[in-house]
């Protein structure tokens, strides 16, 4: 085997919809925290899950439970108030991912607006980091927003590339490529350690986790929904292989 200068591209597996399909029908199974355990055998190296404010998924028991029994780096993706804040600080997840949270809207849509909220940003940074949580932004890949991101504190970035992943033609991609590509160097160059993710699936991948400088990837609903038909390990491991290939 060749020794590698760069450590390869860590797998964040977020198991949200696994959770969707339990609250759909208020059973207690499927169970995220098995689907999590599932994919740590399977060699996620990071478990990812959002406490959104209407809990349509994930539950307050669920964060509970993955911090008791999670044994690699759990990341916490929520909105900025002070409840959540609160329920972080309590129950101290490794990272928690700053994340904008609308209730109307079918999934996170967008980065977070940190440049036009630094105060209150800075301000729910400082407390994360007073009880120990690493903290992510999840930002457009913007310069201003990662700027914006180094002054309020954070440490990490993650890129969100569902702009990449939803565009229909290739011109479109390529753009949204370059940005993110621009924008990892960006990062990099502050010294934020640089993550990225949203809509990223088994055919869009490759590109994010070959671009310079990215070093984790959060994925949850290509996966969950691989899963429903090679199962979980196998769902994960293959996106654990394709990574593995570019990075
Ligand atoms: N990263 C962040 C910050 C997210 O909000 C989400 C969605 O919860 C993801 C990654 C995973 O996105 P997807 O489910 O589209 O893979």
Redesign the pocket.
Known sequence: MSERAIPRVRL?V?V??VATIRQQRGTLYPDPVLAAGAAIGAGADQI?I?LREDRRHIQDRDLVIMRQVVEVPLNL?MAATSEMVEIARRIRPDIV?L?PEKRVER??EGGLDVAGQLTLMARVVAQLRDAGIAV?M?VDPEAVQLRASLEAGATIV?L???DY?DSTLASDRIRHLDELRLAAQQAHDLGLVV???????YHNTRAIAALPHVEE????????ARALFVGMAEAVGEMRRLIGEVS
Do not use: K, P
Request: no cysteine; aromatic share 4%.
């Open positions: 964040g977020n949200d919809h990812t959002h993706e991912t994340v999934t996170t992510s999840f993650e969100h590339t569902g992943a993550a990225a993710g949203h809509g990223l699936d990837l959060n994925i949850g609903h290509s996966i969950v």
